[in-house]
């Protein structure tokens, strides 16, 4: 296998921001904290434009930034996106963040079958040490 200088390049910055983020101490979640959705319901059919609403119990809801005890905001995983659980969540169109410590949006996707799933981030976008993490839902859009 040969190996270019661009390859060897990429491989070290992803070892050494793996190394970085490792030494970033995780928030702890709260004993038995639960993310879920309030709407859509898992199965529903919904229209392009849809609204989608939050639920956290165990602990609560603040911005990204803030550092306090059992608080953490909410993203968005799309059709299958995953997080690695020790680097902060990415922010692009499958990994959607409310930062602003939203409850709910509006999401717009295409028609067709999509699945959609919530893990809390702590103040640096980080999944907390014990992540909280929804079930992962489906919806139709029409």
Do not use: C
């Not at 050494?16 to 030494?23: G, K, L, M, Y």
């Not at 702890?28 to 919904?46: H, L, M």
């Not at 956290?56 to 306090?68: E, N, Q």
């Not at 949006?105 to 909280?132: E, F, S, W, Y």
Request: zero cysteines; hydrophobic letters at 40%.
């Amino acid at each position: 296998m040969k190996i270019t200088v661009g390859h060897a390049l990429a491989l070290a910055a992803a070892l050494v921001s793996s190394v970085v983020w490792a030494q970033v101490p995780k928030s702890k979640s709260a004993d038995g904290a639960k993310v879920y959705f309030i709407e859509p319901r898992d199965g529903a059919t919904v229209g392009q434009e849809f609204t989608v609403k939050f639920g956290l119990s165990g602990m609560r809801v603040v911005p990204a930034g803030t550092d306090a005890e059992n608080s953490g905001h909410h993203h968005l995983l799309i059709d299958g996106a995953t997080a690695d659980m020790n680097a902060p969540i990415p922010a692009d169109a499958t990994h959607v963040h409310f930062g602003k410590g939203q409850t709910e949006a509006t999401v717009k996707l295409p028609p067709g079958k999509h699945t959609l799933q919530l893990l809390l981030g702590d103040r640096n976008h980080i999944p907390h040490d014990k992540p909280v993490m929804s079930e992962t839902i489906t919806v139709t859009v029409r």
